[in-house]
């Protein structure tokens, strides 16, 4: 298993992933509804970016073997958030973050969302799109 490491705040504290001081150390990956919950809270004021992630990657970031998940049609799309490395890898590393972890992985989808809105993620828009409209 891999280890993960990210910045966030120093209260923040889920599941096996332990708090210390501003950053958060997990070793072991990290099960699916520990990452739906981590989600969920950082897009707490961003609600279809949590439809997003569930659609694009089951609110997973990592598979059972440690490794960061990657995308079926295209392996350059990775993470939860399944970012494109191939488009926002230089981008994202500008701004010193890691599209391999989980909260750099979202703080770069925030990032696109306040640019862009949802259009990054328009292939998957049928189901998200479908989501929201259920919950409305």
């Not at 889920?14 to 739906?36: F, K, L, P």
């Not at 981590?38 to 990657?57: G, K, L, N, T």
Request: glycine share 4%; charged share 20%.
């Amino acid at each position: 298993m891999t280890s993960i490491s990210s910045t966030v705040p120093s209260e923040t504290s889920y599941g096996q992933i332990v708090s210390t001081g501003a950053v958060v150390e997990n070793t072991v990956a990290v099960s699916i509804n520990d990452t739906e919950q981590i989600v969920r809270s950082y897009f707490e004021d961003i609600p279809v970016m949590v439809q997003v992630a569930r659609c694009e990657s089951t609110f997973r970031h990592t598979l059972a073997d440690g490794s960061v998940l990657k995308g079926v049609v295209d392996p350059a799309d990775t993470g939860v958030m399944q970012i494109n490395k191939r488009y926002h890898e230089k981008a994202a590393a500008a701004m010193r973050l890691d599209l391999e972890d989980i909260y750099d992985n979202m703080a770069y989808a925030r990032h696109l969302y306040e640019t862009q809105g949802t259009q990054p993620w328009s292939a998957s828009a049928p189901c998200w799109n479908q989501s929201l409209a259920m919950n409305i």
